[in-house]
């Protein structure tokens, strides 16, 4: 279609479920190029009804979803199968383009003042809605971020809306600067827009259910899903700015093994380079990189180097000479080197965008790989830059300049335009130049990259951290929200800097912090190094043992987490999980911002308030609730009042699920021979059963794309749990099964037909712990 102005409108049903909506100011798409959409997948273009009027074009498809076009004043509806409004245009405010400044800009009514709003990747705003808020997308390095500082280092302009139970997902596919007035200005709509580029926005239906779950099911299809990582990269990653000499990385470690304290992985930060120099090491601090990495390898100890954009200039230094040599750099508009301070002093920067410069940064990689490093975490490519002379004053954190002009030329794949359009695809593109190198170069093992910068679509090529936080409460409490709505923005590896990145926590901030986190998604410790140690075992022996059993309860959990990254990658569910996400019915979860879900069947109620020993818990209605630790029954759909001693983090499993732990290990190098327990969370209705599934592989590489893998398929009734196995693989043996929430001693229980004799009952605990056999098939209790 074109308007009256000769803007260029296309309405289609991109798939069954999603509506997509393009308005081009001046009468031409662009070219399909989106770095934000998954263009590995195939798309079937859904059976479209048109029809039309004087006055309306109207589109429907198979589920009676119908699109309702306005033609004079130009307005876009969108109704359900039954009638009712998903999405509409706010008459009084038609959708606006300025064909001078390029600005576009559109307005939809509200449903209601207390429609809510999620998901729009990583945002430091407290409250789990972001309705009545103001947001900006436009990435920035913000260190030490105050509590509602905006934008910072992510854009996702993705966003849910949730009224009386019915969700509606809206992506607005345009990487320029963004904005979204959630209701600000006027309780009665909500606005978004852009600096430049097309109005491309899906609208995901939410299908028959209109559920949050069916809206990221699409959105996740449409910019892609995170592939399984290796198991190593769930366990702890403990990091400082940074770890060393040599010798210092080596006490850490050791550090852990000595307490028997759990962890993974160690990061170096931007002190191991020889001047800062990326692909380089600091020989004097480091001086034989590959022996550390195979000792600390040898004790269960993976490497992470940091790496940043910013190449030195320096004629003598290999990947400058090179890089300068074959036009990998972003130059100024005059044709010269961009160039910027940063740490390294004058730096190049590669242009990310371009496919040549990607491939080549990506080669870069070999010399680490070769001396055995095993992931890579990408800092300061929102890009960042320090403020030169050459800017203006005055200096600040969070200084608009401190990244390049915005005329600053890019290679676009093809498409070149200006840092306008491509500022907030640098570091996701940094991200997938490292992980497509790292695959090229290794390719029988899963990549692992945790970056700072990201887009819409990043969560295809890494996990991601919050980046500059501070340890304080506040801080801590904020860690849920951002977490929580940047899962449901389709990333599911998350995580943020336990303790705060600046300044030092109390111990019992660290612990409460460590609490709250450990069964997040990305469990890393991480800190400034201008303050004390705080390892978890700093603060003094009665919060070492606190700490350690923190990071043993993680441990005990990779089963589980590691079955839903599975999940996560087939079907695009998150990990983490906000409550109003799983239980969209229950209106009381819709602005619940200190609690999380972790997959179906595990609430957490971390402790965020310093001293608190007692707090409110609210359970949401559809489902019913064990105490993991006392295994009493907890009424759902009102606050209780628990005790939260400072040993321990709140966790609630839902009745009929089974919940597969493992016994505590030092590291995931252990897992093979760690025996699973199978905690079945008893109470489930007479006739009703329940399916779930423990899903069990190497943990690296991909074998497990052929036959190397198993599912222990389980199926839940009152009185029975039946095993089935599926795939080829050899899995952690399942040792025990585990009844919590048990109040009586079984009458009788049988495995695969015979009477057990041999089992532990704890009545205080309501628990029953029965050893298995191998390999068996079903396992009856009687009560
Ligand atoms: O300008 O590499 O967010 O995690 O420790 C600071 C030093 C650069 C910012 C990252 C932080 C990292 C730090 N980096």
């Known amino acids: 279609m074109e308007t009256s102005s000769r803007a260029k409108v296309l309405i289609e049903f991109f798939d069954v479920d999603i509506?997509?909506?393009?308005?081009?100011?001046?009468?031409?798409?662009?070219?399909?190029?989106?770095?934000?959409?998954?263009?590995?997948?195939?798309?079937?273009?859904?059976?479209?009804?048109?029809?039309?009027?004087?006055?309306?074009?109207?589109?429907?498809?198979?589920?009676?979803?119908?699109?309702?076009?306005?033609?004079?004043?130009?307005?876009?509806?969108?109704?359900?199968?039954?009638?009712?409004?998903?999405?509409?245009?706010?008459?009084?405010?038609?959708?606006?383009?300025?064909?001078?400044?390029?600005?576009?800009?559109?307005?939809?009514?509200?449903?209601?003042?207390?429609?809510?709003?999620?998901?729009?990747?990583?945002?430091?705003?407290?409250?789990?809605?972001?309705?009545?808020?103001?947001?900006?997308?436009?990435?920035?390095?913000?260190?030490?971020?105050?509590?509602?500082?905006?934008?910072?280092?992510?854009?996702?302009?993705?966003?849910?809306?949730?009224?009386?139970?019915?969700?509606?997902?809206?992506?607005?596919?345009?990487?320029?600067?963004?904005?979204?007035?959630?209701?600000?200005t006027s309780p009665e709509r909500y606005i978004f827009g852009a600096d430049g580029g097309e109005l491309d926005y899906f609208v995901f239906t939410g299908g028959r259910e209109r559920s949050p779950r069916k809206v990221l099911e699409d959105y996740a299809n449409l910019t892609g899903k995170t592939p399984l990582p290796p198991m190593w990269a769930l366990g702890n990653h403990q990091s400082r700015w940074s770890y060393f000499p040599e010798s210092r990385v080596r006490e850490i470690a050791e550090g852990f093994r000595s307490r028997r304290i759990p962890a993974d992985v160690i990061h170096l930060d931007i002190d191991y380079m020889d001047g800062y120099r990326v692909f380089t090491w600091d020989k004097e601090r480091f001086p034989n990189p590959p022996r550390m990495i195979s000792d600390l390898k040898n004790d269960g100890f993976k490497t992470v180097l940091i790496i940043d954009p910013g190449v030195k200039v320096d004629e003598k230094y290999g990947v400058y000479a090179d890089g300068k040599k074959i036009g990998m750099f972003v130059k100024n508009p005059d044709g010269s080197e961009l160039q910027r301070d940063v740490w390294p002093k004058a730096s190049a920067f590669p242009d990310f965008t371009d496919q040549k410069a990607r491939l080549w940064f990506g080669d870069?990689?070999?010399?680490?790989?070769?001396?055995?490093?095993?992931?890579?975490?990408?800092?300061?490519?929102?890009?960042?830059?320090?403020?030169?002379?050459?800017?203006?004053?005055?200096?600040?954190?969070?200084?608009?300049?401190?990244?390049?002009?915005?005329n600053t030329p890019h290679a676009g794949d093809g498409f070149p335009d200006t840092h306008r359009r491509y500022h907030n695809l640098y570091g996701m593109q940094m991200a997938r130049s490292t992980f497509e190198g790292v695959k090229k170069l290794a390719p029988d093992k899963r990549p692992f990259v945790l970056t700072r910068a990201g887009f819409a679509g990043v969560q295809r090529y890494s996990a991601v951290w919050t980046g500059d936080n501070y340890a304080s409460w506040d801080h801590l409490a904020l860690s849920i929200p951002m977490l929580a709505n940047l899962s449901v923005s389709g990333v599911p590896f998350v995580g943020c800097d336990v303790g705060g990145f600046n300044e030092m926590p109390s111990g019992e901030l660290y612990a409460r912090w460590l609490q709250a986190a450990a069964l997040t998604p990305f469990l890393r410790s991480h800190s400034v190094g201008w303050v004390k140690n705080k390892e978890p075992w700093e603060f003094g022996d009665e919060f070492t043992r606190i700490n350690r059993a923190t990071i043993e309860l993680r441990y005990q959990f990779l089963p589980y987490f590691y079955t839903l990254f599975r999940e996560h990658e087939l079907t695009g569910q998150p990990v983490m999980r906000p409550l109003w996400y799983q239980y969209p019915n229950d209106k009381q979860t819709y602005l619940i911002d200190d609690e999380y879900m972790v997959g179906n069947d595990i609430l957490v109620a971390p402790v965020v308030k310093q001293g608190m020993t007692t707090r409110g818990i609210y359970l949401p209605l559809g489902a019913e609730w064990i105490d993991w630790w006392t295994g009493e029954k907890i009424e759902s759909g009102k606050i209780h009042y628990l005790q939260t001693p400072i040993d321990r983090l709140p966790i609630f499993a839902r009745v009929g699920s089974v919940i597969p732990t493992q016994l505590v290990i030092q590291h995931t190098g252990e897992m093979p021979s760690a025996n699973i327990t199978l905690n079945v969370i008893v109470g489930i209705s007479p006739g009703k059963t329940e399916n779930?599934?423990?899903?069990?592989?190497?943990?690296?590489?991909?074998?497990?794309?052929?036959?190397?893998?198993?599912?222990?398929?389980?199926?839940?009734?009152?009185?029975?749990?039946?095993?089935?196995?599926?795939?080829?693989?050899?899995?952690?043996?399942?040792?025990?099964?585990?009844?919590?929430?048990?109040?009586?001693?079984?009458?009788?229980?049988?495995?695969?037909?015979?009477?057990?004799?041999?089992?532990?009952?704890?009545?205080?605990?309501?628990?029953?712990?029965?050893?298995?056999?191998?390999?068996?098939?079903?396992?009856?209790?009687?009560?």
């Open 364 to 406: 870069q990689f070999k010399k680490h790989l070769d001396e055995g490093v095993a992931g890579f975490w990408t800092d300061m490519n929102e890009p960042a830059t320090f403020m030169t002379e050459k800017t203006e004053k005055p200096e600040s954190n969070h200084h608009p300049a401190k990244t390049f002009p915005i």
């Open 692 to 783: 779930t599934v423990l899903y069990q592989d190497a943990g690296e590489g991909y074998g497990y794309k052929s036959n190397e893998w198993r599912e222990v398929k389980i199926e839940h009734q009152r009185d029975r749990l039946k095993i089935n196995y599926a795939g080829n693989f050899s899995g952690q043996k399942l040792r025990y099964i585990q009844a919590i929430g048990i109040r009586q001693k079984p009458r009788e229980i049988r495995i695969d037909g015979q009477p057990v004799q041999t089992f532990e009952f704890d009545k205080v605990l309501n628990r029953l712990k029965i050893e298995l056999p191998e390999q068996l098939k079903e396992i009856s209790l009687v009560y």
């Open 19 to 184: 509506v997509r909506i393009r308005v081009a100011p001046g009468g031409a798409f662009e070219r399909n190029i989106s770095y934000a959409i998954d263009h590995s997948r195939d798309r079937k273009t859904p059976a479209v009804k048109v029809s039309q009027t004087r006055s309306e074009i109207i589109l429907s498809n198979q589920h009676g979803t119908k699109v309702v076009i306005r033609k004079i004043p130009f307005s876009i509806k969108i109704l359900d199968e039954s009638g009712r409004t998903i999405l509409e245009d706010d008459p009084r405010h038609p959708t606006l383009f300025d064909k001078s400044t390029g600005e576009i800009q559109t307005t939809k009514l509200r449903k209601s003042e207390i429609e809510t709003y999620y998901g729009f990747g990583e945002k430091a705003f407290t409250g789990m809605s972001r309705h009545g808020q103001y947001i900006v997308n436009w990435n920035t390095d913000t260190f030490s971020y105050a509590i509602g500082t905006d934008p910072i280092y992510q854009s996702i302009p993705f966003f849910y809306a949730l009224y009386d139970g019915k969700t509606y997902g809206l992506y607005f596919n345009n990487t320029f600067r963004t904005y979204f007035d959630m209701g600000k």
